[in-house]
């Protein structure tokens, strides 16, 4: 059992640690491909360190784990193990409050006349300091009552950034950030390929709320509505104080690589990815136990294929 927990921890590490970087070389000027990569790294926690290896013949790293509850080091496995779940428990238990808050804020604010596209509701309420969207299966923007004064194209604007996000499914997304988070908390990997997705997911929307308005319009905007107020883990503000100095950078942007550059980008983050995929399915821990069991089988094996008569002629 404890040989399962640390090949949980370490496969995971090693996928969302290469994932990360991965993210982070592919060019700037394709926040839709940093987005992508990093999606890839969450949802592929749940499913890609469990795949097997495809290749046979490629060597395996396996770590032999000692155990034993009446050890030293197996009472400190168990130690690790509980706080682990402890911790889990305490931030799942969280994920759920948000849950509820962000369903009673949706259930109390004033429905509008206007429409997000003809797709989504726009809401009213008293409660959010700027724009916010949330929901997944039905997703709802939020507005401050004072919106109903902004200029036109401000909340044009404001509509378009928070309409990509439902359209992106951030809230899907963001429901499974906030899982990863909650069953790694300890580890700052995971915190790291999250907070990728979240910063590329707002330049993202950025992107698509420039077009009802020029991009310095739109920065102008975001400086005016930027909050501090504490939101739910499941309502995407639009223009949180954290990170908006990145994001306005990226919105001002007008520099260009070289394109043998960002052709070598392309080349490494594609490499990471596939260097990632292969290590986490070639890594194995195996207990103490096991590990000698497998030794003594591959000797058994060496003494049988072996020549019984290697000096005959």
Same mark, same amino acid.
């Given at each position: 059992?404890?040989?399962? &927990?640390?090949?949980?921890?370490?496969?995971?590490?090693?996928?969302?640690?290469?994932?990360?970087?991965?993210?982070?070389?592919?060019?700037?000027?394709?926040?839709?491909?940093?987005?992508?990569?990093?999606? *890839?790294? #969450?949802?592929? =926690? &749940?499913?890609?360190? &469990?795949?097997?290896?495809?290749?046979?013949?490629?060597?395996?790293?396996?770590?032999?784990?000692?155990?034993?509850?009446?050890?030293?080091?197996?009472?400190?496995?168990?130690?690790?193990?509980?706080?682990?779940?402890?911790?889990?428990?305490?931030?799942? %238990?969280?994920?759920?409050?948000?849950?509820?808050?962000?369903?009673? =804020?949706?259930?109390?604010?004033?429905?509008?006349?206007?429409?997000?596209?003809?797709?989504?509701?726009?809401?009213?309420?008293?409660?959010?300091?700027?724009?916010?969207?949330?929901?997944?299966?039905?997703?709802?923007?939020?507005?401050?009552?004072?919106?109903?004064?902004?200029?036109?194209?401000?909340?044009?604007?404001?509509?378009?950034?928070?309409?990509?996000?439902?359209?992106? #499914?951030?809230? %899907?997304?963001?429901?499974?950030?906030?899982?990863?988070?909650?069953?790694?908390?300890?580890?700052?990997?995971?915190?790291?390929?999250?907070?990728?997705?979240?910063?590329?997911?707002?330049?993202?929307?950025?992107?698509?709320?420039?077009?009802?308005?020029?991009?310095?319009?739109?920065?102008? #905007?975001?400086?005016?509505?930027?909050?501090?107020?504490?939101?739910?883990?499941?309502? *995407?503000?639009?223009?949180?104080?954290?990170?908006?100095?990145?994001?306005?950078?990226?919105? %001002?942007?007008?520099?260009?690589?070289?394109?043998?550059?960002?052709?070598?980008?392309? %080349?490494?983050?594609?490499? *990471?990815?596939?260097?990632?995929?292969?290590?986490?399915?070639?890594?194995?821990?195996?207990?103490?136990?096991?590990?000698?069991?497998?030794?003594?089988?591959?000797?058994?094996?060496?003494?049988?294929?072996?020549?019984?008569?290697?000096?005959?002629?």
């Amino acid at each position: 059992m404890t040989a399962c &927990w640390i090949a949980i921890a370490l496969k995971a590490t090693l996928w969302a640690g290469l994932m990360s970087v991965a993210a982070l070389v592919v060019p700037s000027q394709h926040p839709q491909v940093r987005r992508g990569f990093a999606l *890839l790294g #969450m949802w592929g =926690l &749940w499913v890609l360190p &469990w795949l097997p290896l495809p290749w046979s013949d490629l060597p395996a790293m396996a770590f032999t784990v000692a155990g034993g509850s009446s050890t030293e080091p197996g009472r400190l496995w168990l130690v690790l193990k509980t706080v682990w779940v402890m911790g889990s428990v305490i931030f799942l %238990l969280r994920v759920l409050s948000d849950i509820t808050g962000i369903e009673r =804020l949706v259930r109390q604010a004033q429905k509008s006349a206007l429409s997000a596209d003809g797709i989504f509701e726009v809401r009213f309420t008293e409660d959010v300091a700027g724009p916010c969207m949330t929901g997944w299966l039905r997703p709802c923007v939020l507005l401050p009552v004072a919106a109903a004064s902004w200029p036109e194209g401000a909340l044009n604007a404001a509509l378009r950034h928070e309409c990509q996000h439902a359209r992106q #499914m951030d809230g %899907l997304h963001r429901f499974c950030a906030a899982l990863v988070r909650a069953c790694f908390w300890w580890n700052p990997a995971m915190h790291a390929l999250c907070s990728i997705y979240e910063a590329e997911s707002e330049v993202c929307c950025d992107e698509a709320a420039t077009k009802a308005c020029s991009r310095q319009e739109y920065g102008e #905007m975001l400086l005016a509505h930027a909050t501090q107020m504490p939101m739910p883990s499941f309502a *995407l503000p639009f223009a949180r104080s954290s990170g908006l100095r990145a994001r306005m950078q990226r919105l %001002l942007a007008t520099r260009r690589g070289s394109r043998w550059l960002l052709s070598a980008r392309w %080349l490494v983050a594609l490499a *990471l990815f596939i260097g990632a995929a292969v290590l986490v399915a070639s890594v194995h821990v195996i207990p103490s136990v096991g590990a000698q069991k497998i030794a003594l089988k591959s000797e058994a094996r060496l003494r049988l294929n072996a020549d019984p008569f290697p000096w005959a002629p």
